[in-house]
């Protein structure tokens, strides 16, 4: 059930996050591999910080570094 839930939002704008809750079902999704598919997390607060954090860091890595920034000046001054 859990793998059909994942294989119906694969290639949409949307994601699966799963809240393990107990030890027991973090070694069961872990046994069954399905925490390589889908991010498994012990606590629904974690879950929600998830794509925040995500999101935050790739808004930084899409910027254009300082480095960057001046040389694509000095370009254009020319």
Same mark, same amino acid.
């Given at each position: 059930?859990?793998?059909?839930?994942?294989?119906?939002?694969?290639?949409?704008?949307?994601?699966?996050?799963? #809240?393990?809750? =107990?030890?027991?079902?973090?070694?069961?999704?872990?046994? %069954?591999r *399905?925490? !390589?598919?889908?991010? #498994?997390?012990? =606590?629904?607060e974690?879950?929600?910080?998830?794509?925040? %954090?995500? *999101?935050? !860091?790739?808004?930084?890595?899409?910027r254009?570094?300082?480095?960057?920034?001046?040389?694509?000046?000095?370009?254009?001054?020319?």
């Amino acid at each position: 059930m859990l793998l059909e839930c994942v294989a119906q939002v694969a290639g949409r704008d949307t994601q699966v996050l799963f #809240v393990a809750g =107990s030890r027991v079902n973090r070694v069961l999704l872990e046994v %069954t591999r *399905i925490s !390589s598919l889908v991010p #498994v997390f012990n =606590s629904v607060e974690e879950a929600l910080a998830y794509p925040q %954090t995500a *999101i935050a !860091s790739n808004a930084e890595d899409l910027r254009p570094s300082q480095s960057q920034n001046q040389s694509q000046n000095s370009g254009a001054r020319k």
